[in-house]
């Protein structure tokens, strides 16, 4: 069976994408979570000036300074244990959307850190919900059926140190100002603004 080039195109799309990604707005919402700080979200003002450049999986992605909006969760991984979820953007190009975040552990004794076990064991299936066009977006797959996003079993944390993360979804419909991020088994951050 020939595959198609579309994918092929797609990845490529992702991999520019990925490497044009600019400072995003910040704003810290207050939702309830069971830590209190906030997972709800809200546009601000843009950040401006160089932000700092960050490497993931060899592709280099421009991240903001600030979250937009970010939650701290409790983790099954071990007794006490948290983690810091920061959404620092979701940036369309095209057809492609990129949702660019932070995730810093803090997790008592010296146990290997990934998202997996972080997520209790279960990949973390993170998926953009869309409520204006009600539809779920799912991760990208290039040509050879990889998801286009980084590896949260493969990628080792630091224990308190922000590891960045990024996704690739089809882009939503330009009528869709802002969306919900649902990231492993943690509460959803509602209304992340959608940057274009």
Same mark, same amino acid.
């Given at each position: 069976m020939r595959l198609s080039p579309r994918p092929a195109a797609m990845t490529a799309a992702a991999l520019l994408l990925a490497g044009s990604l600019a400072g995003c707005s910040n704003s810290d919402g207050d939702a309830g979570n069971g830590s209190g700080k906030g997972a709800g979200g809200g546009a601000?003002?843009?950040? %401006?000036?160089?932000?700092?450049?960050?490497?993931?999986?060899?592709?280099?992605? =421009? /991240?903001?300074?600030?979250?937009?909006?970010?939650?701290?969760? =409790? %983790?099954?991984? !071990? #007794?006490?244990?948290?983690?810091?979820? !920061?959404?620092?953007?979701?940036? $369309?190009?095209?057809a492609l959307a990129t949702l660019t975040t932070q995730m810093t552990p803090h997790v008592p004794g010296g146990q290997r850190i990934n998202a997996y076990r972080l997520n209790g064991e279960h990949v973390l299936g993170t998926s953009l919900i869309d409520p $204006? /066009?009600?539809?779920?977006?799912?991760? $990208?797959?290039?040509?050879?059926?990889?998801?286009? %996003?980084?590896?949260?079993? *493969? &990628? /080792?944390?630091?224990?308190?140190?922000?590891?960045? *993360?990024?996704?690739? *979804?089809? !882009?939503?419909?330009? /009528?869709?100002? !802002?969306?919900?991020? #649902? &990231?492993?088994s943690w509460p959803t951050f509602h209304d992340v603004p959608v940057q274009r």
């Open positions: 601000g003002a843009p950040t %401006s000036g160089a932000a700092p450049k960050s490497t993931v999986n060899g592709a280099h992605l =421009d /991240n903001a300074t600030e979250a937009l909006v970010k939650g701290t969760f =409790d %983790s099954p991984l !071990a #007794q006490g244990a948290k983690v810091d979820i !920061a959404i620092m953007g979701l940036r $369309v190009k095209g $204006v /066009n009600l539809k779920r977006y799912n991760i $990208v797959k290039d040509s050879d059926g990889k998801s286009l %996003s980084t590896d949260d079993i *493969f &990628i /080792n944390m630091t224990n308190d140190q922000a590891t960045p *993360f990024y996704y690739t *979804f089809a !882009a939503p419909p330009e /009528n869709v100002k !802002a969306i919900d991020v #649902q &990231i492993g």
